[in-house]
């Protein structure tokens, strides 16, 4: 089934660029929320924007949405600029923001009805439009209870429904999964699934690493308000090698070890080992066999005594890509 | 200009499945407006006059006491208990069941035949507010008395001085000139009569003061209530929603203005509509001006919750600032008391508040039985604060971040 979904989406993906964002820098007073980020999203393309909290993905999203204007650079959405054509950009994009961004004493329907009217939707479409997004969200018994006593999950997935009302060419989803059960996550991935299967292209941000690699074709790492790394998750993956040994150096009173540029170099020299990072009392070591290079590093550790506080052998994913770029966990 | 109204009517959908606001601003206000009815005007809108119960001891049982009795028993909201014993009626009285008594002592009668002097005994308590109109009761009835006891003495004398003669019935005159002055106790030959002339006089009807004055109050309330909500929707993210839709901006804050504009001209409504039921409030001849100065207030009240709205930001400070300023405003602008009844100062101060000016509005209107002519400054200076109120707000309001 999965194997018959990524079929697709090649098929449907084109080379025409939806989404284009040239050097974007959002600044709040002297916090460079976004600093220069760059990136294009292509037509029936699942773009993923992948970071710890702060990053600047919603940001970026509220810059792409017109919500923020930019401070520096230029964003075109559907070959119109956020900042010169606006009212234009809100017609051609949905968003799923990250607030459950409901009436709570409403219910679905009357939710959905005050959305579509907004986007002036023909009152019988618009009726059409509900009744199918009720059913792809899964919601169409609950449609007449009050949002307030929805499961967090069940408002999530009527948050995505809002965001389709307009039928947009281009959807922007902000951390859709965040508090929601496995259940209602693995729904809301088959329904970007199946929109994108039809060629809706989607932006999707998340620090979930396991959500981007499953549901992206490229994805944007970020961190600090620019991206650090831009590919397939695949071929993000692949760039580490076979595995990722993180080591904690500091000796018994807790204390950083100094390790000098002869032990980094020395380490570096190993053969099982392409880089190594020392960052923050971590090692980070990219390798192209993990068993073996950790024997050998092992090995001149105690040969130099010096101090292990801890050890972790990280599997190539893409969690592992960002501790390698930054040092940092993604949800640390 | 169909999107203005689609928020409009969302908000007053949200207003209507909304159980707390319901009681807000209807249940609430008609229940205060019902105990303020009631603690300070009565119901029905009339007055009804007070009846005294006064105690009396007739110790004397003469024919004068008999007199005293029957003209105090035909006085005007006195209702005359016959008391026996004169110690039970201090007791009445040093208890509080009875604001005072009357003793009419032994030799009353005798005395005042003879043409001697005697006193009525009036017991009161210690600043009784009654106390002043008993007595000016029971002076009536002994100046009386006295005057019945000088004709008496008059017609002796002028018997005397006509005959010269010493071997009269003076006791049978007395007796005769003392029974028709007495007579004369019961149909008084000279009254005094009261006419009136002009238009009724204009009686403090608390119940016309009561109704606008929390009429205003509550819709402060709901109105300004209704602005913060504004501010829950920019936290639950509903309002960032709103502005990423393509909707103009005048259209979405003017939606939801409207909703709380027309939501506070009906809670006025209704509460005259209950004024007039419950408490036959006389709204005034002039239904125009009535309904002029509450589109003004509600317009002001409007103005003043986006302004709020715009300055405080937080909706954790809204509410306890539209708290002060809306009971800071009612009190001292007259929806409690009326501002005549405030010192001179407070009534300058008084000016700064849009209740100030609607509650003037509607005691001209509702109490003085004021023409739309005599309510124009009134709904002038409500539409001007209002159109300042309105304009700074939206100067200062932020719509979105950065």
Known sequence: MMMSVEMNHEQSRGEKSVIRVDNLHKHYGDVHAVDGISFEIQQGEVFGLLGPNGAGKSTTINVLCTYTEPTVGEVVVAGHSVTAEPETVKRVIGVVPQDIALYPSLNALENLRFFGRLYEIPRARLEQRIADLLHLVGLTEHAPKRVEHYSGGMKRRLNLAVGLLSEPLFLMLDEPTVGVDPQSRHAIFENIQTLNQQGLTVLYTTHYMEEAELLCHRVAIVDEGRVIALDTPQNLINSLGTGIIRIGVRDEAGKEHPVGDEMLARLQALPQVRTVVHRDETLVFETTDAQRALLQIIALFNETDTPMASLEILEPNLESVFIQLTGKRLRD | ?402
């Open chain 2, 1 to 402: 200009m169909k999107k203005l109204l689609y928020v409009a009517l969302n908000e007053l959908l949200l207003l209507r499945k909304d159980r707390m606001a319901a009681i807000w601003m209807v249940i609430l206000p008609l229940g205060m407006t019902f105990i303020g009815g009631l603690v300070f005007g009565g119901l029905g809108g009339g007055s009804e006059a007070v009846v005294i119960d006064l105690p009396v001891v007739d110790q004397d049982g003469g024919e004068i006491a008999t007199v005293v009795l029957d003209v105090l028993s035909q006085t005007e909201n006195l209702n005359v208990e016959t008391v026996f014993d004169e110690e039970m009626a201090r007791e009445l009285v040093s208890d509080g069941k009875r604001t005072g008594a009357l003793v009419i002592p032994s030799g009353f009668s005798a005395a005042i035949m003879s043409g001697q002097s005697a006193a009525l005994e009036l017991i009161v308590a210690p600043g009784g507010q009654t106390a002043p109109l008993l007595e000016g009761m029971v002076r009536g009835v002994t100046s009386a008395l006295s005057n019945v006891q000088t004709t008496v003495e008059v017609a002796i004398s002028e018997v005397q001085r006509a005959t010269s003669s010493t071997d009269l019935d003076y006791a049978g005159i007395a007796g005769r000139a003392m029974a028709t002055a007495l007579e004369r106790l019961h149909d008084p030959p000279v009254r005094a009569q009261v006419t009136t002339v002009g238009s009724s006089e204009k009686e403090l009807d608390v119940s016309s003061q009561i109704v606008p004055g929390y009429a205003v109050m509550f819709a402060m309330f709901t109105v300004l209530s209704a602005a913060g909500g504004i501010l829950e929707e920019k936290e639950r993210g509903t309002f960032k929603r709103l502005l990423i839709a393509p909707i103009p901006r005048w259209s979405l804050l003017g939606g939801k203005l409207i909703a709380q504009f027309v939501v506070g001209v009906g809670q006025i409504m209704l509460m005259f509509i209950f004024g007039v039921l419950v408490f036959d409030v006389n709204l005034g001849s002039s239904p125009l001006g009535l309904l002029l100065v509450t589109l003004a207030t509600c317009w002001a009240t409007t103005s003043l919750g986006i302004l709020l709205v715009a300055v405080i930001r937080s909706r954790k400070q809204i509410h306890p600032i539209t708290t002060l300023v809306i009971l800071g405003s009612s009190a001292i602008g007259g929806a409690w008391f009326p501002l005549f009844l405030m010192p001179k100062l407070l009534q300058q101060v008084a000016r700064l508040t849009l209740v100030a000016w609607a509650m003037e509005g509607y005691n001209r209107l509702m109490i003085l039985g004021g023409s739309l002519a005599d309510v124009w400054v009134d709904i002038g200076v409500l539409t001007l604060y209002g159109a300042i109120c309105f304009f700074v707000g939206l100067r200062l309001f932020q719509f979105k971040e950065g």
